[in-house]
């Protein structure tokens, strides 16, 4: 099977990560895939934050944990987050990011390392003591975040794919 598409198939979400620190060539390798990412009429307004802080990260999963009443809430522990974020002006901001975070965890699963697509920043990125963290972590004041990535290396290394559904038609 072509190996690209062997990636996207194996490609699983990771809920439990170990210590173990993602270099700093594997993480702009996947930058750089997040760059290249279809954008609706190639506007390319987005921006990429990368953290690897572990305090500055669980500052910003308990700050989501306070706004969202969800207690204890952690990321699930990864050892770096991609925050891309967007222009609010721009029509297609949200879904170029969607593609350029397919691009991040897809990159990521070829470079051995596991993701998850984390969604609670949806709706609540302009809240003051948020944005107060997004800001230590150079996401531009005006941008809107969508959605973010949580990486790290699976602390379980099989995981089962869940049964797919759907359906497809060749005509």
């Known amino acids: 099977m072509n190996e690209v598409i062997n990636c996207l198939i194996n490609r699983r979400s990771v809920r439990e990560f170990t210590d173990e620190k993602i270099s700093y060539d594997d993480l702009m390798q996947i930058m750089e895939a997040a760059i290249f990412a279809p954008s609706g009429m190639n506007l390319q307004t987005w921006h990429f934050s990368a953290i690897t802080n572990e305090a500055l990260i669980q500052s910003l999963a308990a700050a989501i944990g306070r706004e969202l009443r969800r207690d204890n809430y952690d990321f699930y522990r990864p050892t770096a987050l991609i925050i891309p974020s967007n222009d609010p002006n721009n029509p297609l901001g949200r879904d170029d990011n969607a593609c350029a ?29 948020i944005r107060e963290i997004l800001s230590q972590m150079e996401v531009p004041p005006e941008n809107e975040v969508y959605g973010i990535v949580a990486l790290g290396y699976a602390a379980q290394k099989d995981i089962t794919a869940p049964e797919r559904k759907g359906s497809y038609v060749i005509l």
């Open 101 to 129: 975070i397919e691009n991040i965890m897809v990159a990521a699963a070829s470079l051995g390392i596991g993701s998850v697509w984390i969604n609670q920043l949806q709706g609540i990125s302009f809240v003051p003591h």
